[in-house]
């Protein structure tokens, strides 16, 4: 046995070590990542400032080494509380140590350690109370020896044993435990059913009309490896609303032992030779797989399909929250926000260039009140009053009838130059009720706030969003079904990224969107306002060092995102860290320029060697940096804005009919293809496999929320309400009454059957279950939940 504390291994890799093997860098990369990490600085600082230290660790790869190291952390305290736990057992050997200290992952550590574990009497425990393991182990050892025969002497009336089989039973019983504990053979089995494997499920009696929206999974099965995210996450729906039963099948279901079987029998020697102990051997073979080697594989897998589809699906919703938070901003142009409704009318609220509410008023120009002349006529009224340039439309309930209304004012009032543009209002309804809202806008009404937050959303997406929690914008799947502390790990990951790559004008900026700034926390936040509303503007990055509790660290983390436009430095309005100005103040000397005459000066810029730049403190990637920003000073990467056109006359779902090609913005993007707004209040689904003449992976690489494309329409399915599209213009449409077929030629039901051979391939018309905002109307509205 080791002594306590000691190493049984001298080898075992660091954790900067494994995650630089990982990610193909140095180790030393990674150890300076970590220490920056764990000294309080930001992924977006060190990114951007520290990069000499780092050698160019991006942004994604900071993010990996993040989350890597929290997990490989986690690790290695499991690892010492699980040395500790069979230290005290008085059961730590060196070669267990080793293997434990070695242990890679968390499953295989608590496979070793299941042994160990402490755990509620088990009938293998109360067989070895009744001194029942000798007679297991011999067996084991011996099946030349009759079990029956060799039984009769350990039985025992005082120890609960009652006759032979009573004791072959508890032998059995230990066994069965031994077997299932072996970690090498339980990694072996695992990985086995993971690689031949499937998933299937069917239909529970009585649950088909209930359940339709799951009728793709009313008989399916197919391989754990081919399973896309969506399709786990839409089983995994069912059987919890209890329409569908999951079974995991280790292989192909055959008559004969499972292959599993055999396995565990050659791991322990057990072998049918004719002799009297091999046929009870066997047998607790078979009963040891049946009965706890499968139902902890079961688990196992689950959990390995669960994790990936919920790491799958973060990372889609992710990705479709940073481009809906990157999307192109219409800038400071005054804005009227339209919050359609039928019944309790159209709320009304115009915003100046800079966000500040000018005015709101509620129209009621569709049914019951039918004052459509009115509804212009006010609306024409405030927008010559206050000068507006767009009309934001909310896209939920009666935007076709409001963006139709807006088409009508833009007709008749062809003076005031006004362009309308439907915008998601996914969210806008938790922003009205929040507790944020309540202070920025106390004292209007909470049904006119979605308004506000329409037309600001329009002006400036990523400032307005980070108002709202990212999982309420809702463009993910399955939202509710994913882990709560991942999902949100993420996506605050993806606010953070986008806000601080974006950059934040301190002087007009809310305290949500400065809370997402590198350094700052929401009180830090707050402070700065307070600051900003009891003193006035910023005049310079150096003032923020007199708000309370912005101390030293947090101004150097924050300081080069945070921009002062008009300040007293011209420099404070660029991503120049106030650190590096001693650099510029060098480039200035050597121009023999003034600051404000060497940026934006490219022909000057471009004749400086970053070389003759460099010193102790700043690298060369760091100058380079500089002069490109000097060169283009707080530049925006966010892309150009420009509208969708909707077809005239084709309002509604039965207004659109096979062939017809349109304009429209894709709302979102699943792992099975895109959501596209065509104007009919029912979002078409334009499914991976109709998206390019090649195959396509990630729906991702060809377009992403926001985007305005050309599609086609293949088939409509008014009773189902689903719109099928593609953005393949050549691709021939459905023809009346004809059912829209598979790429194979075969219904979508046999092939799946079949197994789910198309790997997500073909064309599905899988219903995954709804999930909140923005996805949960894109699938109601694509006729998909």
């Not at 059913?193 to 009313?218: N, T």
């Not at 396995?263 to 066997?282: C, E, N, Q, T, Y």
């Not at 790990?489 to 590198?518: F, H, I, K, M, Y």
């Not at 000057?604 to 500089?626: C, N, Y």
């Amino acid at each position: 046995m080791t002594t306590p504390g000691s190493s049984a291994s001298s080898d075992v890799r660091s954790i900067e070590g494994r995650i630089a093997e990982e990610l193909g860098v140095r180790e030393r990369q990674v150890k300076a990542a970590v220490e920056l990490l764990d000294g309080g600085s930001t992924v977006p600082f060190i990114a951007r400032y520290r990069k000499e230290a780092t050698e160019m660790l991006d942004d994604a790869q900071l993010r990996t080494v993040e989350e890597r190291l929290r997990y490989l952390r986690e690790l290695e305290e499991r690892r010492t509380a699980i040395l500790d736990s069979v230290r005290e057992q008085g059961k730590l050997t060196e070669e267990l140590e080793t293997r434990i200290r070695t242990a890679e992952t968390k499953a295989r550590l608590e496979d070793i350690y299941l042994p160990f574990k402490p755990k509620r009497r088990t009938k293998a425990q109360i067989a070895r109370e009744a001194g029942l393991e000798p007679l297991a182990e011999g067996l084991l050892a011996d099946p030349s020896v009759d079990p029956l025969a060799a039984a009769a002497a350990f039985v025992d009336a005082d120890k609960g044993v009652a006759d032979p089989q009573a004791a072959l039973d508890g032998a059995r019983s230990i066994l069965t435990e031994k077997f299932s504990e072996d970690a090498d053979l339980i990694g072996e089995l695992r990985e086995r059913m993971w690689g031949r494997g499937r998933l299937a499920a069917k239909v529970k009696e009585g649950k088909e009309e209930a359940g339709a929206k799951f009728a793709d999974y009313f008989d399916f099965a197919e391989p754990f490896t081919e399973l896309p995210s969506h399709r786990i996450l839409a089983m995994l729906r069912g059987e919890k609303e209890d329409v569908l039963d999951l079974v995991l099948e280790p292989e192909e279901p055959t008559d004969g032992p499972s292959s599993y079987e055999g396995i565990v029998a050659s791991r322990f020697g057990i072998a049918d030779r004719g002799r009297p102990g091999d046929k009870w051997l066997k047998d607790t073979v078979r009963w040891a797989w049946r009965t706890r080697i499968l139902v902890h594989l079961g688990i196992d897998i689950r959990l390995r399909l669960r994790t990936a589809a919920e790491d799958e699906a973060v990372d889609v919703f992710a990705a479709n929250l940073r481009d809906l938070l990157l999307a192109a901003p219409a800038g400071t142009r005054a804005t009227l926000g339209l919050d359609p409704g039928f019944r309790t009318g159209v709320k009304v609220a115009v915003v100046d260039a800079t966000g500040k509410v000018v005015a709101t008023d509620v129209i009621h120009p569709h049914v019951p009140a039918n004052r459509w002349d009115e509804a212009i006529a006010k609306l024409a009224r405030l927008a010559k009053e206050h000068a507006v340039e767009l009309v934001a439309i909310g896209n939920g309930t009666a935007s076709r009838e409001t963006d139709k209304l807006a088409g009508e004012l833009i007709a008749k009032h062809p003076e005031l130059k006004l362009t309308k543009v439907m915008v998601s209002e996914a969210g806008a309804s938790v922003y009205s009720a929040s507790a944020f809202a309540s202070q920025e806008l106390p004292d209007m009404d909470v049904s006119l706030r979605g308004a506000v937050s329409i037309a600001r959303r329009l002006q400036d997406p990523l400032a307005e969003l980070v108002k709202i929690d990212p999982k309420s914008i809702g463009v993910g799947q399955y939202q509710h079904d994913l882990s709560e502390v991942k999902l949100s790990r993420s996506l605050d990951a993806v606010v953070e990224d986008c806000v601080n790559g974006v950059g934040v004008d301190v002087n007009t900026a809310s305290a949500p969107l400065l809370a997402r700034v590198s350094g700052i926390t929401s009180g830090l936040a707050e402070n700065i306002v307070a600051h900003r509303d009891a003193n006035g503007p910023f005049t310079s990055r150096t003032e923020l060092k007199k708000v309370p509790r912005l101390g030293p660290k947090a101004y150097e983390q924050c300081a080069g995102f945070l921009r002062i436009r008009g300040g007293s430095d011209p420099l404070d309005a660029s991503s120049v860290h106030p650190e590096a100005y001693p650099v510029v103040r060098r480039m200035v000397k050597t121009a023999g320029q003034e600051v404000a005459g060497l940026i934006g000066n490219t022909s000057v810029l471009r004749s400086l060697r970053p070389a003759d730049f460099v010193d102790e403190t700043f690298g060369l990637p760091t100058v380079t940096d500089i002069l490109r920003e000097l060169e283009k000073p707080g530049r925006d990467p966010r892309p150009a804005f420009r509208t969708a056109t909707f077809k005239e006359g084709v309002e509604k779902i039965s207004d659109l009919s096979s062939g017809m090609v349109l304009e429209g913005v894709v709302t979102n993007v699943a792992a099975f293809g895109a959501f596209v707004d065509v104007g009919v209040h029912q979002d078409g689904l334009v499914h991976v496999s109709a998206m390019s003449k090649t195959f396509v992976k990630d729906p991702r690489d060809v377009v992403k929320p926001g985007d305005i494309v050309k599609v086609k329409v293949l088939d409509v399915d008014i009773p189902r309400k689903r719109i099928s599209l593609t953005l393949r213009l050549d691709d021939e449409a459905a023809g009346p009454g004809e059912p829209k077929k598979e790429r194979s030629g075969r219904p979508p039901r046999q092939r799946r059957q079949q197994g789910g051979s198309g790997g997500g391939k073909g064309r599905s018309s899988s219903a995954p279950a709804p999930s909140n905002g923005a996805m949960a109307d894109a699938l109601r509205r694509a006729g998909l939940a």
